[in-house]
């Protein structure tokens, strides 16, 4: 089985729903979830996007619809006190992760998007990046170390372009079996899909 | 219970998937709805927005998605070959109709939505909507001469005044119980709020 792309920056409060869901979605139907994190600033420079809560009274509506999307998924939500903020910490310690042990970058992932979106943590700061990794057994220094090199700024870079390439112009971006799915509110779509084989 | 209010312009796909859903999801808790026809053109104007389909990558990936979503729904869908298009007129008719006979108007406007998605009708061509009224038992001359009624025109301007008022920024926006709710993909959200009573 082709496993399901999922791209998201760790600054998405929809990418953050989508993370919350997407691997029981897939396991449901035996599939796994490969995650790429991404930053949504290079993606909207080479797009034009912005930022949902920068667009005039849109942006309103949006820090609503994330709580009350939410809490509709049963996900715990506090919009944060930093917003947006710089993610390239969090996304370079996921992929020197992930080359190690994809289910621990995972759970990295996951508590990194937790910190965030519910307990208010500053995730740019990497002494709290690395704080979260501390917890999970990862050796501090390495990872520290991890984040600085340029070997792993690369990759990042790589994932940004390859995002690009694929026509990946938001957070969460799904593609299942090469069929693109965009946003948090597409995961009942992905559900038939998997369910179907398309429809 | 107070009716929900769905704004919608006839020129919006997942208006168009709105309309085919809103009223049976009411009628399941009780409700009844309100239609309002605006005007995306203006409202856009009003809030920097700008159509979907006009936005470098995103309007291929909506084009796709819009198909997507109407077979999700079980909705009948093909993109229509003008696209978008003026829907100042069928806004008209809808009003004029709606404040003679509300069921008739919303029938007038869901066979409206499906000429132009499903069938691909040019609705900013008078003749096309007099032809639909015509097919309802609706006298075409009194209609083709409200189209062109100031009263009417103002009682539009009036909806979209009151649309952007009330935070509406794009199609379709539902109120329920003054909860705002934006796109056809907030529909489970709302069939959950009535259920409940909010979450």
Redesign the interface.
């Known amino acids: 089985m082709i496993p399901i792309d999922f791209y998201f920056d760790f600054s998405s409060p929809y990418g953050y729903l989508g993370a919350e869901k997407i691997d029981d979605i897939a396991a449901r139907h035996g599939r796994v979830v490969v995650w790429h994190p991404i930053l949504l600033g290079v993606v909207f420079r080479a797009?034009?996007?912005a930022p949902l809560t920068e667009?005039?009274?849109?942006g309103?509506?949006s820090k609503?619809?994330f709580a009350?999307?939410a809490?509709?998924l049963g996900v715990p939500f506090k919009f944060p006190s930093r917003f947006p903020l710089a993610t390239h910490n969090a996304a370079r310690a996921f992929l020197w992760l992930t080359d190690r042990d994809k289910t621990l970058a995972k759970n990295f992932a996951r508590a990194v998007y937790r910190a965030y979106f519910a307990e208010d943590t500053d995730i740019a700061n990497t002494d709290n990046l690395l704080g979260i990794a501390g917890s999970m057994g990862v050796d501090r220094p390495s990872l520290q170390q991890a984040m600085a090199d340029p070997a792993v700024k690369e990759r990042l870079r790589a994932e940004n372009d390859a995002a690009l390439a694929r026509?990946v112009?938001?957070s969460p971006f799904f593609f299942v079996d090469g069929e693109?799915f965009?946003?948090s509110?597409?995961l009942?779509?992905i559900d038939?899909w998997l369910e179907t084989g398309g429809?």
Chains 1, 2 share one sequence.
């Open positions: 797009t034009g996007g667009i005039p009274i849109k309103d509506y609503h619809d009350r999307s809490r509709f026509g112009f938001g693109p965009w946003g509110d597409r009942p779509q038939r429809f």
